[in-house]
């Protein structure tokens, strides 16, 4: 069974306007980390967000925001306001195994965002 | 400034021919990682580094090999490369340190495009 599910393999949205991107996963592990990660077409891959599995409130970065819902296993991802720069692929991770520190990160398969102005 | 350095950045070679790409972080970070990235099939870990002389297979490990002599540098190796290894590939690391390591994110480097006729 997929660790990572990313839904949508393309999303469309108009300049200003905010978009949410579905993450759900799977694990029976209670300590885990959910982090988001952009590729724009250049290709390296930029860190956004980050939330914990024990953390009381939603994450915040800027315009990104992490809609974490733990019973439903979903963490998806909310930019306001988006930007012509926001196209990029967008990818959904997960890190379990509490505090051994050395567990691996689990990747989706991405969701493609097109900002049109 | 904080990095995590890859070359070549691009390559195109032959079957069989042997090649290394050459990754080098300077954070000090533990942790070490190898990663393709294949259409639609999003990342996939190759292998990865907990610390020097302490690697471990990652989900698709075949074909490839990979030291760590030093804490710094991580090379992956292609014995003898073949088409289906054409892919773009990351190198990542990340800090251990326990208690903290669910909110490390991975630093990854620019990607290598590899391409194997």
């Known amino acids: 069974a997929q660790k990572i599910t990313q839904t949508q393999p393309g999303m469309f949205v108009q300049e200003k306007e905010a978009v949410t991107l579905d993450c759900t996963y799977d694990?029976?592990?209670?300590?885990?980390?959910l982090f988001w990660y952009k590729q724009p077409s250049s290709g390296e891959m930029i860190f956004l967000i980050y939330q914990g599995s024990y953390d009381q409130q939603n994450a915040t970065e800027g315009r990104y925001s992490l809609n974490f819902q733990k019973a439903r296993k979903s963490a998806n991802l909310v930019i306001s306001a988006s930007q012509l720069g926001d196209s990029a692929m967008y990818f959904c991770?997960?890190?379990?195994?509490?505090?051994?520190?050395?567990?691996?990160?689990?990747f989706g398969k991405g969701t493609m965002l097109l900002v049109s102005p | 400034e904080a990095q995590v350095t890859q070359n070549p950045r691009y390559l195109i070679t032959v079957t069989g021919k042997k090649l290394t790409v050459t990754c080098s972080q300077n954070m000090n970070h533990e942790y070490m990682s190898w990663y393709r990235q294949d259409p639609g099939l999003g990342l996939r870990q190759i292998y990865y580094?907990?610390?020097?002389?302490?690697?471990d297979k990652g989900d698709v490990p075949e074909g490839y090999k990979v030291s760590r002599k030093e804490k710094r540098n991580f090379p992956l190796i292609l014995e003898s490369p073949s088409p289906n290894q054409t892919s773009l590939y990351f190198c990542?690391?990340?800090?251990?340190?326990?208690?903290?390591?669910?909110?490390?994110?991975?630093?990854f480097g620019d990607g290598t495009r590899l391409s194997i006729l």
């Open positions: 990542a690391s990340r800090s251990t340190h326990r208690g903290l390591f669910t909110n490390q994110p991975q630093h």
């Open positions: 991770a997960m890190r379990e195994g509490g505090n051994s520190g050395y567990s691996t990160l689990t």
């Open positions: 580094s907990m610390n020097v002389e302490v690697t």
């Open positions: 694990t029976s592990d209670p300590s885990y980390g």
